[in-house]
DNA sequence: TAACCTTGGTTACTTTTAATTACTATGGTG
DNA sequence: CACCATAGTAATTAAAAGTAACCAAGGTTA
């Protein structure tokens, strides 16, 4: 099956040199990460995390515009893909903490840099907006 | 404004550390890039375009699963953005040749970063998966 | 003891956004 | 005149996100 296809896409693409293909499977590592942190809010609540263990209302004030519904759902996915832990104290009222694991801590690496690339080139890429609409409205 | 509350923030945490507040405007870099990139397509087509320039329906074969209406939308994204440019060659049939700009290499050099932590890390995300929707389940 | 407070949720419902599918256009070629 | 590559557009469906109301535990207040 693979084969077929590298077989078809090399003849299609004759002299030129071999590219990769992107399949469709959940082995795919680019959709993989896409399909984890792609979402409006995982990022946000990771970096959130990052300044340290916090709690659910705490988190809630910091990441200006997430709803109650929200950060419970994204705090539930990303502690079930291994990036955040939970830990209740059962005190009253109930405390509720939340703190990377060395998941956590690990994918916010190649996060950071890709952020502060996107800091960095902010301004280039709203100069290339304004001329691409400038461009088409034309 | 940020200023009170970033007050309130600190007397909330009392003797915390400090931390950030991830603000709901376009100088949130983190909801720059996800707004950007976070779509279902976007990061693959800049991958693809890594092995060198390539042409619509190349790309369409390459990227398994994608429609012909959402590589239109997403590339016309890119190139808004500056990620992508777009060369038509006025040839019978038409060529439309796609390419990452110098700003399109650049945001891949940190999403390839993460790409690569993902690919490492997919079976650990697996195992936390299971192991969360065993405890649920429970 | 009843009403109320807090934190940290859940549930039902609605709105918004994303993605898919199918159809149309263009301007040549064989 | 059917075909190609490269689109555009419209209708539909699916998924994500938002809103608002409610719940639970256990303490405080009146």
């Known amino acids: 099956m693979r084969k077929e296809e590298k077989k078809r896409c090399v ?6 040199t071999e590219r ?3 399949y469709n499977d959940d082995e795919c590592p680019i959709r993989n990460v896409v399909a984890q942190i792609g979402d409006k809010w ?8 990052v300044d340290g263990s916090d709690r659910f209302n705490s988190l ?14 994204t705090l539930r996915d990303l502690e079930r893909e291994g990036y955040v832990k939970r830990t209740v ?6 405390r509720v903490e939340y703190e990377l694991t060395e998941m956590g801590s690990g994918i916010v690496k190649p996060l950071y840099q890709l952020v502060s690339w996107a800091g960095e080139h902010h301004d280039d ?3 290339c907006r304004k001329i691409y609409d400038d461009r088409v409205s034309s």
């Open 60 to 73: 809630k004030s910091r990441i200006i515009g997430i709803s109650q519904r929200m950060l419970t759902q």
């Open 42 to 49: 995982s990022m946000l609540i990771l970096f959130a995390l």
């Open 89 to 94: 104290f059962p005190e009253v009222p109930v």
């Open 20 to 22: 990769r293909k992107f």
């Open 125 to 127: 890429i709203k100069h």
């Open 11 to 16: 003849v299609a693409e004759k002299n030129k």
